[in-house]
């Protein structure tokens, strides 16, 4: 095992994607939570797996975009996507959860239309959707690794301006803080971190990757900045071991990874229930004694 991840460049490819994705999607997925916009993932993988539908299109009917990575064609759609939900939003002031299922609605038909006229699901098609260890290719991990220092730096960058807007939004406003903008661009890093996840986590899949580790840290933090923390280290976790794992015994990785996270959880509430409660009513009992 070991020395087939020193040796296939796939492999290492792969690994390397997976321990960036596992630290952007949880890191983005905190606020996502937060925010209580977790079926934006939903949405925007939807529209994503159009534009890889679209993209396996256009490359099997021109002879000169055969080469076309589908990487490109869903980080634009998804971008385009999360940008209209935000429209949206915006048009239905006092029904803005219609945002969410009017673009899911929109994705799903448009790849289905796409995918029945490239003749139905190819393999490169099923391993966008579930995730794959071997189709890392070197320019998507440089692809992943821009899409992550775009992350961070917006993270540090606007670091207060996302806390008010996930705790305090008519504070920010007092504040004078350019909501608009932020959660323009917030919405933007989203679908670029939906986008990149793909590769290994697959579309169906990714959005679990970004609530997941989130849902098991929000069970141990004591403030924000450590569940961003806990859900770093748990996503880390699931998606590294979940891809050796995978490869160890020829499983899509995305169903690995995802069933990892959902273990995290268990395991977190699980000992929440029995050691930390079972400290809480041991204090009591002492009190009451």
Same mark, same amino acid.
């Given at each position: 095992?070991?020395? %087939?991840?020193?040796?296939?460049?796939?492999?290492?490819?792969?690994?390397?994607?997976? !321990?960036?994705?596992?630290?952007?999607a949880?890191? #983005?997925?905190? =606020?996502?939570?937060?925010?209580?916009?977790?079926?934006?993932?939903?949405?925007?993988?939807?529209?994503?797996?159009?534009?890889?539908?679209?993209?396996?299109?256009?490359?099997?009917?021109?002879?000169?975009? %055969?080469?076309?990575?589908?990487?490109?064609?869903?980080?634009?759609?998804?971008?385009?996507?999360?940008?209209?939900?935000?429209?949206?939003?915006?048009?239905?002031k006092? +029904?803005?959860?219609?945002?969410?299922?009017?673009?899911?609605?929109?994705?799903?038909?448009?790849?289905?239309?796409?995918?029945?006229?490239?003749?139905?699901?190819?393999?490169?098609?099923v391993? =966008?959707? =579930?995730?794959?260890?071997?189709?890392v290719?070197l320019?998507?991990?440089?692809?992943?690794?821009?899409?992550?220092?775009?992350?961070?730096?917006?993270?540090?960058? +606007?670091?207060?301006?996302?806390l008010?807007?996930? +705790?305090?939004?008519?504070?920010?406003?007092?504040?004078?803080?350019?909501?608009?903008?932020?959660?323009?661009? =917030?919405?933007?890093?989203?679908?670029?971190?939906?986008?990149?996840?793909m590769? !290994?986590?697959?579309?169906?899949?990714?959005?679990?990757?970004?609530?997941?580790?989130?849902?098991? %840290?929000?069970?141990?933090?004591?403030?924000?900045?450590?569940?961003?923390?806990? %859900?770093?280290?748990?996503?880390?976790?699931?998606?590294?071991?979940?891809? #050796?794992?995978?490869?160890?015994?020829?499983?899509?990785?995305?169903?690995?990874? !995802?069933?990892?996270?959902?273990?995290?959880?268990?395991?977190?509430?699980?000992?929440?229930?029995?050691?930390?409660?079972?400290?809480?009513?041991?204090?009591?009992?002492?009190?009451?004694?």
């Open positions: 095992m070991i020395e %087939a991840f020193m040796t296939l460049k796939f492999l290492q490819y792969a690994l390397v994607a997976a !321990v960036l994705i596992g630290f952007t949880p890191l #983005i997925g905190s =606020f996502v939570v937060v925010r209580r916009m977790s079926l934006i993932a939903d949405a925007l993988s939807h529209v994503t797996l159009a534009g890889i539908a679209l993209s396996l299109l256009i490359s099997g009917m021109v002879a000169s975009l %055969a080469d076309l990575n589908p990487l490109y064609l869903g980080i634009v759609t998804s971008v385009i996507a999360a940008l209209t939900i935000d429209w949206l939003r915006a048009k239905y006092h +029904f803005q959860e219609l945002a969410i299922p009017i673009i899911m609605a929109t994705g799903m038909g448009l790849g289905a239309i796409f995918i029945s006229l490239a003749n139905g699901f190819s393999m490169d098609l391993s =966008f959707l =579930f995730g794959t260890v071997s189709a290719t320019t998507d991990v440089y692809t992943i690794l821009i899409v992550t220092g775009v992350v961070i730096l917006f993270v540090i960058a +606007f670091y207060k301006e996302l008010f807007l996930s +705790f305090d939004e008519e504070q920010a406003r007092v504040s004078g803080i350019r909501l608009r903008l932020v959660h323009i661009l =917030f919405m933007i890093v989203v679908a670029l971190v939906i986008a990149i996840s590769r !290994v986590v697959g579309i169906l899949l990714v959005s679990s990757l970004i609530t997941l580790p989130v849902a098991a %840290a929000l069970r141990l933090a004591k403030s924000f900045k450590a569940t961003i923390f806990y %859900a770093i280290v748990f996503g880390e976790v699931a998606t590294v071991a979940g891809l #050796i794992l995978a490869y160890q015994f020829d499983l899509a990785p995305g169903g690995m990874i !995802v069933m990892l996270a959902v273990a995290e959880l268990i395991l977190i509430m699980v000992i929440e229930r029995f050691w930390i409660g079972g400290k809480l009513h041991e204090k009591k009992h002492r009190t009451s004694a």
